[in-house]
């Protein structure tokens, strides 16, 4: 899972990520997954070095432009059913 919280952290970047193999092949790329914010979930075909690309959408950059990105293989919460519940229901 390779995510970037920029938007979300109120920053100007405006953030594109791609996934490289080693040769330099695209293998996956996002924009906008949530928010203005990237997400790859991606599983890896065998071992080896990957590169992740960062970049914002129209190349700016500069002090107002942080981010975290963040990469793990942990699990994330996609969405929650019921979205609510009764109060008097745990």
Known sequence: ???????????????T???L???????????????LDPFIDFTAPADGEYLVRL??????G?????YRLSIGTGPRIDF????????DQP
């Open 1 to 15: 899972l390779i995510e970037l919280w920029a938007d979300r952290l109120d920053t100007r970047l405006d953030g």
């Open 17 to 19: 990520l791609v996934l």
């Open 21 to 35: 193999d080693s040769t330099g092949r695209e293998l996956a790329s996002s924009r906008d997954s949530a928010g």
């Open 55 to 60: 970049y914002d959408f129209v190349y700016q």
């Open 62 to 66: 500069g002090d107002n432009y942080a």
């Open 80 to 87: 929650v059913l019921p979205p609510l519940a009764p109060k």
